[in-house]
């Protein structure tokens, strides 16, 4: 059980106000707030323990080398990872993805591969594929998705095959909050001897994930939607992957002898993270993980799954309002949608005026958004912060913008 009051009282933001009006954050597929653990956590570092990590002989810098490595340990048990080596601290998801494309699969993937994502993906997890594609004379496939919104795994069981190298994949889509199989596509592709690289930055924050248990080769994540500071992020990867795959950022910190013509490099996972690392980004993760753990994965999703369902109860009773992919059977706590002749950037504005912060646009998934024959949408999405009176409060200032719309009175 989550006694939200205590929780929502740990977000300094979460009592302010937005236009005047008791601040109502519904965007947190964009970036989750800081609870005060992790704001006090990332000051005691830059206060009373700032130094570099691994170079200093000297109290300060062993301490901080301490917590960093122990914050590595604290991200493999959160995912369950073999080993805390396999966990690599990137900038967020998207450094992550490029990464193994880059460093892994562009010297694996040749002419006439097939490169299986969703039409699901956010950029982040199709552009570093299609310049991968592009290189390598590789072929994209999509998974559509079924009448209901959810992944076709009908249509996935064709489409992947023997000539798929690779299945990238969201878990959650941002935009739809549809959950995919990972379970069903992992085997799907080490049945035919592909690898499964899964865009974790929408599952990861909300719901307990197990590498092992969903035999996952590549997953990346980020820390800014789970509460720690935007920055820092995750590229998990099976050890017997990150033994063939390449640094692509080269420089201090990830050596081990330099000549003058040539460099040895240190083991993973040091060897990829090249240059000063996000130190305090780390020890706000590391703070992060540490109240998720006590609240519970496990109450996290239970509690995001009854607000939401509350939510689209509620959100369905609006007269002119189309919600899409209601119908999804496997969903998170993301909602799209859009009120009848208002376009979802005026709504947002209006919305802002009555202290509700939500994302209106193409969220980064255009061909998602073309797919579902839209321009653009309203999304909400909740974090374990986020109450029923949010809800009520939303639907109220829907009502108040349709109004306005209509007859000009707000
Ligand atoms: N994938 C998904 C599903 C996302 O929602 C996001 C963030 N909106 C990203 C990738 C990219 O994350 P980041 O910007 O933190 O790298």
Redesign the pocket.
């Given at each position: 059980m989550i006694d939200v009051d205590t929780v929502k009282s740990d977000f300094p933001i979460l009592q302010t106000t937005m236009n005047e009006e008791p601040l109502v954050y519904l965007d947190n597929?964009?970036?989750t707030q800081k609870p005060q653990v992790v704001l006090e956590a990332i000051n005691q570092y830059y206060m009373q323990e700032n130094a570099n990590i691994y170079r200093g002989i000297y109290q300060i810098a062993e301490k901080t080398t301490e917590k960093f490595e122990t914050v590595r340990k604290q991200v493999s048990t959160f995912v369950n990872s073999a080993s805390e080596r396999e966990i690599i601290f990137t900038?967020?998801?998207?450094?992550?993805?490029n990464w193994i494309a880059q460093g892994y699969f562009l010297d694996k993937i040749h002419p006439g591969d097939e490169i299986v994502l969703s039409y699901l993906?956010?950029?982040?997890?199709l552009i570093p594929w299609q310049q991968l594609a592009q290189k390598t004379g590789a072929t994209l496939k999509f998974i559509p998705l079924n009448e209901d919104g959810d992944l076709d795994l009908m249509a996935a069981k064709e489409i992947i095959n023997s000539q798929t190298a690779l299945v990238a994949i969201?878990h959650?889509?941002?935009v739809l909050g549809v959950v995919t199989p990972i379970a069903e596509l992992s085997r799907l592709a080490h049945e035919n001897n592909a690898l499964i690289v899964v865009?974790g930055?929408?599952s990861v924050p909300h719901h307990q994930l197990d590498v092992r248990k969903l035999d996952i080769d590549f997953l990346?994540f980020?820390g800014?939607?789970m509460l720690a500071p935007?920055g820092i992020?995750v590229l998990y990867g099976k050890m017997e992957y990150l033994k063939e795959m390449r640094p692509i950022e080269f420089g201090g910190e990830m050596i081990s002898k330099v000549g003058l013509t040539e460099a040895t490099f240190k083991p993973i996972p040091w060897c990829f993270e090249a240059g000063t690392q996000h130190i305090a980004g780390v020890i706000g993760l590391g703070a992060a993980l540490t109240y998720l753990t006590n609240i519970g994965m496990d109450n996290i999703e239970t509690y995001e799954q009854e607000l939401t369902s509350y939510a689209l109860e509620k959100l369905s009773s609006i007269s002119g309002i189309e919600i899409y992919g209601e119908k999804a059977k496997h969903k998170s706590s993301i909602i799209s949608f859009n009120l009848t002749g208002i376009h979802a950037h005026d709504a947002a504005t209006v919305l802002d005026l009555q202290g509700i912060a939500l994302r209106a646009g193409h969220?980064?998934a255009q061909p998602l958004m073309k797919y579902l024959q839209i321009q653009a949408s309203l999304r909400v999405s909740f974090y374990f912060y986020n109450t029923k009176q949010d809800v009520d409060r939303l639907v109220t200032a829907l009502l108040k913008t349709k109004e306005y719309f209509e007859n000009g009175i707000i």
């Open positions: 597929a964009a970036t900038k967020g998801t998207t450094q992550a993805l993906e956010h950029h982040s997890n969201t959650v889509s941002n865009d930055a929408q990346a980020s800014h939607k935007t992020g969220h980064c």
